[in-house]
């Protein structure tokens, strides 16, 4: 048997696939306008079932088998993404779990964010917000979120991401605890100062303040001295506490801002190790809106324990072509080795491939959560 | 048009899909022959992609397009699998780029870990080689990663989990920046303990000593208290500073063991939050060996700055049903919102899904790295 031969047989049954394909999704937009008259749901869990049972018993080997629920499982999917983009365009499902809005917020909004005067959630906030801003700072996370699920603030500004040192954790924790959602991101660049009293010399140097995430990221420079490092909640709080401290072996980590509002000395910049060291904010509130030009989708869920679950999960974004940016992986505290992912992927909330993934992963995943679309 | 019609009508197209399919795979077990016999490759990447360009010809929207080139990649990539899966049956492609060993190591391997006796890893170490092991310990995680490459030791012992408190991003990045590999792991189970000086009452306590690390797994615990936090490489060096200090004002968080070691009390047992709070430790060295009947597979690999990219490399695992069991993103330094992935999968590098899935990665994402079988 000669290969140009095996080839010419797989383009004949390769021709004959594309033309039933397209036959089924035809017939498909036909299920659509029943499915419209009738008000059925898209999404029928055990007729979906029921088919993979009946093609994998016309197979005759165990590879085959596997195969073909596979594609399947891909065809089904295309299936209702195309029933899914046609009932939307009849009007059938235009309802959406977020209520879509020309524009965010009004003059009169309350901001809140964490730390101090000084802190690189401030200027954040006043590049999103502008300089005009109502606001008002806490002293961690979690009273910036409980602030806005009691409506003291409208929104709160939160660092999740920096581009070094990786997630904030503590805020994605936060997110799955509290019906709070994104709205916005900003991204703000970082560059971290050693900044002391006035006059001070390097060497005088004992102790340095900082937030543990700016001393991580300040790593490289930090072990070249042995200076005790002590950790604060915030890298405000720190340049306060050593412009108030008067003792000239105290030094703090903190934006060149922060120096100049509280007095101190600069005496390194960019003592981060990366020169293009930039954190990711989010505008966070305590209503289901979103802006309806929106680009981007935040979920959150957990995946039962049992092998071969997340890669169900994941099928949904490949199967609706739907690139993921982020996939952050949380341990669910109390349960060992159990997680609860976050992923960002490219989309809007009435799209019908964002409808179809997450109609999906809502039936397949646990406490499936959207957590904003911005 | 009534829907048991339609429904019968799409019935008889996948009987007809399901037929192509078993057909189209008994040709290219074929083809395997052929390329059995010739040396010839499984991935051709340039065929692969004219073939994508000829069935999305045959279609006639671009809804379509778009679900045939899908499902077409869907379909040659399970060609490809059987296809690797016959050559290794022939024995055609049995060189694998890992070694495969029936045992790791001999008695008298030299082991390191970082921090100072006492330490959680040092107990790790224990567990997987024994109380009899030939040890040493160094400061920081990169002196063991060093150890390890310039053969001063045989094997590290690195924490690279905590089921509260999530990953060790540094540990992630120094597997990428070396060239060691993952031949084990091990799970500790960790219980914090405050510890002082004997006779010490909590009221005394001022200043804690501990790793940044079990000092957020203890956040609850000490928000109770106002007491000054200070950052230590290890929490067996913070029990070692407490009970040489003589001074009680301060306490450290580290193991009951280390307590036991330096003559230290516990004044609180379990201050980490939860109750179910393990650490997976990595066994690592610089030989590209695994043991033969190793079940899981650790990769890292960075995504081009494309729209899609991060999707299609999801789709190896996904097309040949490797379950993967965690995804990390670490930033890359120096670029903006770049990322390496680090996943866990299911497999054997001897498995032809697991060298299918490798190969097409290898293909498409840049610097795909192996870090180990085991």
Known sequence: MDLLNLRKQIDEIDEQIVSLYEKRMDISGQVAEYKIET???????????????????????????????????????????????????????????????????????????????????????????????????????????????????????????????????????????????IVGEQIIKIEHCLMALPGTKIEDIEIVYSHPQSLMQSARFLNEHNWQQISMQNNAFAAKKVA???????AAIASEHAAKLYGLEVLAKG??????????????????????????????????????????????????????????????????????FFIDFDGNLSDSSVKNALRGLREEARNMRILGNY
Chains 1, 2 share one sequence.
């Open 39 to 181: 008000g059925k749901k898209v999404f029928d869990k055990a007729r979906e079932e029921e088919k993979l049972r009946k093609v994998k018993a016309l197979t005759h080997n165990e590879f085959n088998s596997h195969g073909i629920e596979e594609l399947f499982e891909q065809i089904m999917s295309m299936s209702r993404k195309l029933q899914y983009g046609l009932l939307t365009e009849h009007g059938s499902i235009g309802k959406l779990p977020f209520i879509g809005v020309d524009r965010l917020y009004e003059e009169k909004a309350r901001v809140v964010f964490q730390g101090a005067d000084g802190a690189y959630s401030q200027a954040a906030m006043i590049q999103y917000f502008g300089e005009q801003v109502n606001s008002f700072h806490v002293d961690t996370f979690r009273d910036a979120m409980i602030a806005i699920d009691e409506g003291s603030a409208d929104f709160a500004v939160l660092p999740i991401e920096n581009s070094t040192a990786g997630i904030v954790s503590e805020i994605y924790d936060l997110l799955a605890e509290f019906e709070n959602y």
């Open 271 to 340: 003592v981060n190790q990366s020169s293009t060291n930039s954190t990711r904010f989010i505008i966070v509130t305590n209503q289901k809106v979103f802006l309806k030009d929106a680009k981007k989708v935040s979920i959150c869920f957990e995946v039962p324990h049992e092998s071969g679950s997340l890669y169900h999960m994941l099928s949904h974004f490949i199967y609706n072509n739907l690139n993921m940016n982020r996939i952050e992986s949380r341990p669910i505290e109390g349960r060992n080795w159990e997680y609860r």
């Open 244 to 250: 108030g401290s008067e003792d000239k072996h105290k």
